[in-house]
């Protein structure tokens, strides 16, 4: 397409349109089109978000026309998410590098990071904080520029993961109150202790997991595998969570489409599910006196047995 005959917007709505005839899956950091086909746009044509809407005037180059349609159609032929193409994503505002070692960064924890954990924490009462499966940092990340004055810890077992997030830890010059640890969950952590335990665990069960969509199939399935039923890390990070919490601490777990599966497991512990207003759900908080309560029974559990499905929410 010669450049004097097409402009930014031109191509980003031919991309969308591409993309809706397509039916490809957006699960991945957008959930349009539209917003999908301008990430791929600008990155192709090297542009910032922040020069939009003056940028969509732009009469972009045949070559950078070329560029643009070229990621347009691995995002349709391969189902490749957008964000391992461009090998970016934003997560609580903050722009990280993403590849197919990690997890694309899309958890509605980044809303609660980003109104510094009110009102349920004390933002000032935050010194020392553990990330559980940091997979590409952006938990971590988020909360250390959240909480200037904290320390993080982000673990994961996954040393390719790790690699990924200490590009990102280095990118926002946070090598100081990030230490990254190769830990299957608090197995390398010994008598560490911390204000505020968070996590993005793997949650998604045997079944949902066959039936996602294809653009899944793209990344780590360590991130997302949970066993069985979705929750046996979960339920190794309940029992073993309130030996390094502190007595005024807390707990924040993601357990997305498990919800309703753990509430049936464990319905004397009492869960407060938290609330998000730009979408998502799956997330609960505990406090260190009420895992303490539970601790006998929590740590009596064994393997999941039920007949329940997950209820359907986006992965």
Not at 112 to 125: G, V
Not at 268 to 290: D, R, S
């Amino acid at each position: 397409m010669a450049a004097n005959r097409i402009t930014v917007e031109q191509l980003i709505r031919n991309g969308a349109a591409l993309l809706e005839r397509a039916e490809v899956w957006f699960g991945h950091g957008s959930d349009n089109a539209w917003d999908e086909a301008a990430e791929l746009v600008f990155y192709a044509l090297g542009l910032r978000h922040e020069q939009a809407p003056a940028a969509y005037s732009f009469a972009p180059t045949s070559e950078q026309c070329v560029r643009a349609e070229a990621l347009l159609r691995r995002r349709v032929y391969e189902r490749l998410p957008a964000a391992y193409l461009t090998q970016r994503m934003w997560f609580a505002g903050h722009e990280l590098y993403v590849d197919e070692r990690v997890l694309v960064p899309r958890s509605p924890l980044a809303e609660l990071i980003e109104s510094e954990f009110a009102p349920w924490l004390a933002a000032e009462q935050l010194h020392d904080v553990l990330d559980i499966g940091t997979g590409s940092g952006c938990i971590a990340i988020a909360a250390a520029l959240a909480l200037p004055h904290a320390r993080v810890d982000a673990t994961d077992v996954s040393e390719a993961a790790l690699a990924v997030a200490r590009l990102n830890v280095k990118l926002h010059g946070l090598a100081e109150r990030v230490r990254l640890v190769c830990s299957d969950v608090f197995d390398a952590l010994t008598d560490a202790s911390y204000d505020l335990i968070i996590s993005n665990p793997p949650y998604v069960g045997a079944v949902e997991l066959a039936g996602l969509p294809r653009e899944y199939a793209y990344e780590p399935r360590i991130g997302l595998d949970g066993g069985e039923h979705g929750l046996d890390i979960v339920l190794r990070i309940l029992a073993q969570a309130h030996a390094h919490l502190r007595p005024a601490g807390a707990l924040i777990v993601e357990v997305g489409n498990s919800e309703d599966l753990l509430q049936e497991l464990l319905p004397e512990v009492p869960f407060t599910w938290l609330e998000f207003e730009h979408g998502g759900g799956g997330v609960f908080l505990l406090t260190a006196q009420e895992l303490a309560d539970c601790a006998p029974f929590l740590q009596r559990l064994g393997p999941v047995h039920s007949t329940s499905a997950p209820s359907k929410r986006d992965t």
